[in-house]
């Protein structure tokens, strides 16, 4: 009982905190501004929104808990552990860099500030507790922290080819038109670093969690 009820309300705050931010960020960039030169049209503020990874993390988990919840075999692979241990590293990466990084430059006000702390705290700290308590443990192993780390590679690989032919990018760290492919890869191997730490961490307390929930 206690697991479908933190997956719901993991999945309500998820899902109003990607609400709340699509409809701030639709009408601003549909709209020229002094800010926004050029209007989008809806398909291309339909990309731009998905291209910012703290979107398509929540989304990630989204989908892993319903495909948790409704056991829809289409969303199988969103209920593997090495999947839901990989959502919970790039999870952890968003909200700490965030935190560290972003947070300090930005000021965040109205709906926009409630969207923000629901995606980069409340969700990420829902979902932690939730993958704790019930997500299946004792399967991962260290090898399989190469596997985790290929959705955020995958996303660097897409920001880039993407970057090069319209020449906008989601972060400054990924932007190559300001610090050249050079210092691009900088600091995305910084990051993966990171995630490659806070896997690390999963899959030993995956180990941890696994044991205490050993018949003694």
């Not at 209007?39 to 948790?68: K, Q």
């Not at 300090?104 to 969207?115: E, I, K, Y």
């Not at 995606?119 to 190469?146: E, S």
């Amino acid at each position: 009982m206690l697991r479908t009820l933190l997956a719901l309300a993991g999945l309500s705050v998820g899902a109003l905190g990607l609400a709340i931010d699509g409809w701030e960020i639709f009408p601003s960039v549909m709209t020229a501004s002094a800010t926004n030169a050029v209007a989008r049209s809806f398909p291309d503020a339909f990309i731009y929104f998905w291209t910012f990874f703290t979107h398509l993390t929540n989304l990630w988990l989204l989908l892993t808990y319903a495909a948790v919840l409704s056991g829809w075999r289409w969303l199988g692979w969103f209920r593997r552990p090495v999947i839901m241990a990989s959502a919970a590293a790039f999870i952890t990466l968003v909200m700490l860099y965030y935190h560290f990084m972003l947070a300090p430059t930005l000021n965040m006000q109205g709906a926009l500030a409630v969207a923000t702390w629901l995606l980069h705290y409340v969700a990420p700290i829902l979902y932690l507790v939730w993958w704790a308590l019930f997500a299946p443990h004792g399967v991962l192993r260290f090898r399989h922290i190469g596997l985790m780390l290929l959705p955020g590679i995958g996303y660097v690989a897409w920001v880039l080819l993407r970057g090069a032919v319209v020449q906008e990018y989601p972060y400054d760290i990924l932007d190559a038109g300001k610090f050249g492919y050079g210092g691009v890869a900088i600091g995305v191997a910084v990051l993966l670093v990171a995630v490659s730490i806070f896997s690390v961490i999963i899959v030993w307390g995956d180990r941890v969690l696994a044991q205490r929930g050993k018949p003694a």
